[in-house]
Every structure is written in structure tokens, then in C-alpha cells.
T-cell receptor, first 110, second 113 residues
Framework: EAQVTQNPRYLITVTGKKLTVTCSQNMNHEYMSWYRQDPGLGLRQIYY???????DKGDVPEGYKVSRKEKRNFPLILESPSPNQTSLYFC?????????FGPGTRLTVL | SQQGEEDPQALSIQEGENATMNCSYK?????LQWYRQNSGRGLVHLIL?????REKHSGRLRVTLDTSKKSSSLLITASRAADTASYFCATDAGETSGSRLTFGEGTQLTVNP
């Protein structure tokens, strides 16, 4: 079954404690992306990757890092999380302009 | 600022009625897409309309695109309670088609049984 998986699905952490949210896809797509969703702001793109070792900033990249060492994985790294990064995060992959979203990771930073 | 803006923010209708949601955007686009999101879950792609198309159908969905007005509408006919969800438009305006999608804030549709 074609899918995008994210882990963890829920995370509560404290300010400054480094964390990584993993994203994996089994569709062999070159494109992957991270979004955050906040009430009243919709979805905003954090980073995207057109292929292995190719990453670009989206609209809200500050405070985040990504890496794309292999096609199937695209982890999102928060080196020093802050409360304003409390949000619902979605990983997505895409082919032929259609995006496929993961189930989401709800992150709370205290 | 948001490229796509949906209107209305919330819509409540009875089962069997039609639901119309609108989306406006600011810049030239390669295509416009509509997505659906059930509460707290990932978005699901519904339909894509290219900049050179004016209307597209998929089952009970009808999408129109007016590039001169920079607007699109999504019509769901004969709505069902299961259509209750948030609906987002997303514009693809990147240099490489498919590289950047900008989402609106969504329309919350409630279909009452």
C-alpha cells in the first residue's frame, strides 16, 4: 500500500530539547515536503526537497533543518524547539503535481 | 501572506444540498488544486485544474477556474454527511511545476443529516 508515514504522531517536549520527526514514503517519489498547520494560518511550507541531497526553504524555514540522504526519508529536525513551534506537522510527497500527505505529527513545546 | 484564500470560512448545509466554496489567489499559477481534510488528519487530494482549463469534473465535484479573476470554485453536488470536512485550495506557482504549493486557510464544511 502506497503511504507516507510519520513518527512520532504525538510529542510533548520542552524548550531547547532537540527533536527529530521522521517521514518515510514508499512511493519512490523524488519530491518531499514538510508543512505546519496552525489555526487561522492554514498550511505553510517549511522545507521541500526535489531529490536526494537537494533541499530548499519554504515559506517558514526558521528554526528547522531537514536532510535528504536517501529518497524515501525526509526527517525534520528542530535543534532547539521553542513554544512557537507548537503545531501540527505534515510530511508530503508528490508526483504529477498531486501531493500525498502523511497522518500528521502533533507537537507541543512547553 | 496566503496565496489562496477560501470563502466562506465556514459553511453549514443540509444533506442533499449543493455546497460551493471559492478560492482567490494573487499571482500567476501553473495549476490549482483542491484538498480535503478530516479533523486532525492529513490532506487528501481531490482534483487538479490546470491554468489553461476552465472547468473540470470528478464524480460529484465540479471545479472552475477563472484566471482573469484569479479565482476558482469547488462545487460539491448532492452533499452527504460524510462530506463534512475542511476544504483547501492550493496554488502551484513554482518555477518548476509541482515544487511549491501554497495553501489557503480552508473552508469548514458541515453537512447536517
Amino acid at each position: 500500500e502506497a503511504q507516507v508515514t510519520q513518527n512520532p504522531r504525538y510529542l510533548i517536549t520542552v524548550t531547547g530539547k532537540k527533536l527529530t520527526v521522521t517521514c518515510s514514503q514508499n512511493m519512490n517519489h523524488e519530491y518531499m515536503s514538510w508543512y505546519r498547520q496552525d489555526p487561522g494560518l492554514g498550511l505553510r511550507q517549511i522545507y521541500y526537497s526535489m531529490n536526494v541531497e537537494v533541499t530548499d526553504k519554504g515559506d517558514v524555514p526558521e528554526g528547522y533543518k531537514v536532510s535528504r540522504k536517501e529518497k524515501r526519508n525526509f526527517p525534520l529536525i528542530l535543534e532547539s524547539p521553542s513554544p512557537n513551534q507548537t503545531s501540527l506537522y505534515f510530511c508530503a510527497t508528490a508526483a504529477y503535481n498531486e501531493q500525498f500527505f502523511g497522518p500528521g505529527t502533533r507537537l507541543t513545546v512547553l | 501572506s496566503q496565496q489562496g484564500e477560501e470563502d466562506p470560512q465556514a459553511l453549514s448545509i443540509q444533506e442533499g444540498e449543493n455546497a460551493t466554496m471559492n478560492c482567490s489567489y494573487k499571482t500567476s499559477i501553473n495549476n490549482l488544486q483542491w484538498y480535503r481534510q478530516n479533523s486532525g488528519r492529513g490532506l487528501v487530494h481531490l482534483i487538479l485544474i490546470r491554468s489553461n482549463e476552465r472547468e473540470k469534473h470528478s464524480g460529484r465535484l465540479r471545479v472552475t477556474l477563472d484566471t482573469s479573476k484569479k479565482s476558482s470554485s469547488l462545487l460539491i453536488t448532492a452533499s452527504r454527511a460524510a462530506d463534512t470536512a475542511s476544504y483547501f485550495c492550493a496554488t502551484d506557482a513554482g518555477e518548476t511545476s509541482g515544487s511549491r504549493l501554497t495553501f489557503g486557510e480552508g473552508t469548514q464544511l458541515t453537512v447536517n443529516p
